[in-house]
């Protein structure tokens, strides 16, 4: 099986949208799921969310640059092959019918809410959509959006795309104007996740979040990518990764996020010492 | 000691001693010498009515494969084994032969003898042949039957049931989940005491016979099982026990606590040892805690003893021995693990806490930082037949510790088996299945630890093997009237 990089484009400063040919991932891939790539043989198991996937032929994925692993990958081009692809993993989202729906999406989360979106429409769902990013240039997939969903807010730190503000302005502006939702999704950094769950929880909106612990196998192997949601143990590669988060113990997701921070700026270290691309983040969270 | 008494006792063989082992993950066991091993051989008794061959899970013919290293043609030995086993190289390493072949072997019951030691000549001979021979030697493969089966996981029982079909002309293709083919064998078992590139010859040594290997393929997701059974005569699922069952006390969510198959799948399946040149952390601090008293226990504790180390793989000048203790709810005498392998612990310097259980965690800003444990006694024995751990009310104590490594054993992972509702399970968790390891749905067919729950990996290579020979049988009887729709 050879994983063929067919497209590449970069989306934003350190992101890139790629196609890679795996049919038999596109065949059955669904909105919500993730496969884990290998850039070559000694690279880290990263998990990407599907973020689209094209005549059952290939599958899309858009990423951040992180780490040493997310970086052997940026060097992938177009005809290059990734080492490994797996998937697709993880439950897929809950797709309700015929209701009013909130989907946010933050920086690069937004690539995985691109499925859940089109998923929504072709149940006959009514779609609103908030974008988030940090500014104009790390606003991803916009045009694409707005054409599938039914209202698209747009939000940025800086002000240099749509109102100048987060995410959650935009939900507490849209209840504010008196809109109702039946379900809502929230993808993004952990920390926005966070927050939305609390705006929702105000409003007794269920709110699919999609978590991003560490993981490795992303099979339910290793129970690294452990969260806690309602208080029990959950494996978010196969329980999740969506999780209702008005019930999900983000302080201790936060955390074990953290757990390489150390190895990483040793890895970066290393990089001074011996031409090793620097890492500056954890690789194994879902993206 | 004149040559009959020698005659008593077994040769033993070559070990890297401890205290420059424990710095590094090249191999402990180096094995036999030649002339040793002609001299262990020589010491079988070639007993006409040999028990040790009932001993082994795949009976292997034992007197056959070690006359012929006595008459030093190591090939025919070889090919004997083969017979048998095709993971010969990797039963003599891991095989805890003291309570199998070794363990039946007719001079445990001679006053001052020792057995043969079975397993260390069954690797002599394995390796021999992995060294010497040409690769592209004849294959024994039937002709074809046209008939196509399906494997589930490429661990101990899948490769053996797939390596025992395509000699007999089946059309086998395995599917695995991970990007390496092996299972256990290479997320599981440490370098130090099976080395990767002798599980990866013995993989492709099945490859050659025709197998198909497809990496990368989750059963239930990448391909359904209806796209297996349309496409597939039979299917044998070999998946393994692979979900970690954790302690659950107060704390586990803190940094610092991992299960063993996370700390094991980071180390030797990602090869974090040898980080930052593969890309995969681990973090092991100087004090470590192992809770368990398995195989798996052993292999963690000494893999947490030598991420501390100065190794040839990493980066660090320094020299920086790690504490590790194992910390076991019963006592010495019931530990699962190979007396080998706990020796090999001891020898380390690895520190055993008996009659200890884990009761909670405690941390400091999200880090793990002490262990309470709760002091426990034995009592009646239970369903295994060993004495029950019971606590003793009101005593405590409490290790300053950086990483815990719980080693308390898997359950059945729900991933395949949820997406396949029909498979009836039994209240454990495992598959059930008759006594031809068929499942209750007609053709396909389980064997290994998600039959049995956690076990041994010549365990799973005679499910492994009895399975192809069901499937066999199966596939023989209607010729077209099985294929499954």
Not at chain 1, 210 to 231: A, E, F, Q
Not at chain 2, 266 to 275: A, E, G, Q, T, V
């Amino acid at each position: 099986m050879s994983y063929t990089i067919l497209k590449k484009v970069q989306a934003a400063p350190n992101e890139y949208d790629i196609w890679v040919k795996a049919p038999q991932i596109a065949s059955h891939a669904k909105a919500g799921q993730f496969v884990i790539v290998m850039a070559d043989e000694n690279s880290e198991r990263i998990p990407l969310t599907i973020a689209d996937t094209d005549k059952k032929e290939a599958i899309r994925v858009i990423y951040q640059v992180v780490g040493t692993s997310t970086e052997k990958l940026a060097q992938l081009n177009v005809g290059d092959a990734l080492s490994n692809c797996a998937g697709p993993l993880g439950q897929p989202s809950e797709i309700p019918e015929g209701k009013q729906t909130l989907v946010i999406g933050g920086g690069v989360g937004i690539a995985a809410i691109l499925t859940i979106i089109k998923t929504l429409k072709e149940k006959g769902n009514h779609v609103t959509t908030i974008l988030g990013s940090r500014d104009r240039e790390h606003l991803i997939l916009e045009n694409e959006i707005r054409e599938i969903a039914d209202e698209t807010l747009i939000y940025t730190d800086d002000g240099s795309a749509g109102k100048k503000g987060l995410v959650t302005d935009g939900m507490n502006a849209l209840f504010e104007a008196g809109k109702r939702f039946d379900a809502a999704w929230a993808v993004g950094p952990t920390i926005m996740m966070k927050f939305c769950s609390l705006v929702a929880k105000e409003h007794d909106l269920l709110i699919w979040t999609s978590l991003n612990p560490i993981m490795i196998d992303g099979t339910g192997m290793c129970g690294g990518c452990r969260v806690k949601v309602k208080d029990t143990i959950k494996y978010a590669c196969v329980d999740g990764p969506e999780f209702d988060g008005r019930y999900v113990d983000w302080d201790i997701l936060m955390n074990r996020q953290k757990q390489y921070s150390k190895e990483e700026t040793e890895s970066e270290h290393v990089c001074k010492l011996g031409g090793i691309h620097p890492s500056q983040s954890k690789e194994g969270g879902l993206q | 000691m004149n040559a009959q008494e020698r005659k008593k006792q077994r040769i033993p063989t070559h070990e890297r001693k401890p205290q420059r082992r424990k710095k590094d993950f090249f191999e402990v066991n180096l094995g036999y010498e030649e002339a040793e091993a002609v001299n262990e051989a020589e010491r079988c008794l070639q007993c006409t009515n040999p028990l040790c061959v009932k001993g082994c899970p795949v009976n292997i013919d034992i007197p056959g494969f070690i006359k012929k290293i006595t008459e030093k043609d190591y090939k025919t030995s070889g090919e004997i084994l083969k017979q048998y086993n095709y993971l010969p190289a990797i039963c003599g390493r891991v095989c805890p032969q003291e309570t199998q072949c070794e363990g039946a072997c007719i001079m445990n019951k001679m006053k001052h003898f020792q057995p043969i030691s079975i397993g260390k000549l069954e690797r002599y001979v394995a390796d021999w042949n992995r060294e010497k021979t040409d690769s592209k030697k004849e294959l024994n493969i039937s002709k074809a039957v046209n008939k196509k089966v399906a494997v589930v996981g490429s661990g101990p029982a899948g490769l053996t049931a797939a390596a025992y079909l395509a000699e007999r002309g089946f059309e086998v293709t395995i599917f695995e989940a991970l990007h390496l083919p092996g299972g256990v064998l290479v997320y599981g078992i440490p370098e130090f005491r099976l080395p990767k590139e002798i599980v990866r010859h013995e993989i492709s040594d099945i490859e050659k016979l025709g197998v198909q290997i497809k990496t990368d393929y989750i059963v239930g997701r990448t391909i359904t099982i209806e796209e297996l059974r349309d496409e597939f005569d039979a299917i044998f699922i070999g998946i393994g026990a692979g979900t970690p069952r954790m302690m659950g006390i107060p704390g586990s969510e803190l940094i610092g606590i991992y299960s063993s198959s996370e700390f094991l799948t980071r180390i030797n399946l990602m090869k974090s040892y040898d980080f930052p040149r593969h890309d995969t952390p681990v973090r092991v601090g100087k004090n470590v805690i192992v809770v368990g008293g398995g195989n798996v226990a052993m292999d963690s504790a000494r893999s947490a003893l030598r991420m501390g180390q100065t190794t040839q793989f990493s980066h660090h000048d320094t020299y920086h021995p790690n504490h590790v203790k194992v910390v076991y709810r019963r006592t010495e005498s019931e530990i699962p693990a190979r007396i080998e392998e706990y020796l090999h612990a001891v020898e380390e310097g690895i520190e055993f806490h008996w009659l200890k259980n884990p009761v909670e965690y405690i941390g400091e800003n999200g880090q793990l930082k002490a262990v309470k444990v709760q002091h426990m006694k034995l009592g009646e024995p239970d369903d295994s037949g060993r004495r029950r751990p019971v606590p003793i009310e009101g005593k405590f104590e409490v290790f300053d510790v950086d990483t815990v490594i719980e080693a308390i054993g898997q359950t059945p992972n729900k991933l395949l088996l949820e997406s396949f509702p029909q498979l009836k399970l039994n209240r454990r968790g495992t598959i059930e299945v008759d006594q031809n390891l068929m499942t209750s749905v007609e053709g396909i067919f389980a064997g290994g630890d998600i039959v049995t729950g956690a076990a041994t990996v010549i365990e799973a290579m005679g499910a492994g093997k009895q399975a192809a020979k069901s499937i066999i049988n199966y596939l023989s009887d209607d010729s077209d009237s099985h294929h499954q729709k």
